[in-house]
């Protein structure tokens, strides 16, 4: 089983910070990136930002300047710095892991429960 435990969302004021972790954890063989999307009522879940464990980093263009994601690879955590918040980056975000689960296997997505960030203006 993989498990991810996402914490760090809440209530923030426009133009405050919040930080996002998320921690993954059983049994896997390797991770191909973790990021994070958020989904907003009534819309699709997007992607808010990507990390391969090849060093690429993705930024969704909504966050470009704002946002950092960082990874710390050896307690499998991905955090999410979220900057200069907007009440449109109100939603609930939730945590992605990209793994194989055996060597031969091919990766598949994981998701966290979600965490709600509010922002209020």
């Known amino acids: 089983q993989v498990q991810l435990v996402e914490s760090g969302g809440g209530l923030v004021q426009a133009g405050g910070s919040l930080r996002l972790s998320c921690t993954a954890s059983?049994?896997?063989?390797?991770?191909?990136?973790m990021g994070w999307y958020r989904q907003a009522p009534g819309k699709q879940r997007e992607l808010v930002a990507e990390?391969?464990?090849?060093?690429?980093?993705n930024y969704a263009d909504f966050v470009k300047g704002r946002f950092t994601i960082s990874r710390d690879n050896a307690k499998n955590t991905v955090y999410l710095q979220m900057n200069s918040l907007k009440p449109e980056d109100t939603a609930v975000y939730y945590c992605?892991?990209?793994?194989?689960?055996?060597?031969?296997?091919?990766?598949?997505?994981?998701w966290g429960q979600g965490t709600q960030v509010t922002v209020s203006s």
């Open positions: 992605n892991l990209k793994a194989k689960r055996v060597r031969f296997g091919s990766a598949r997505d994981y």
């Open positions: 059983g049994s896997f063989f390797s991770i191909n990136a």
């Open positions: 990390s391969t464990s090849g060093g690429i980093t």
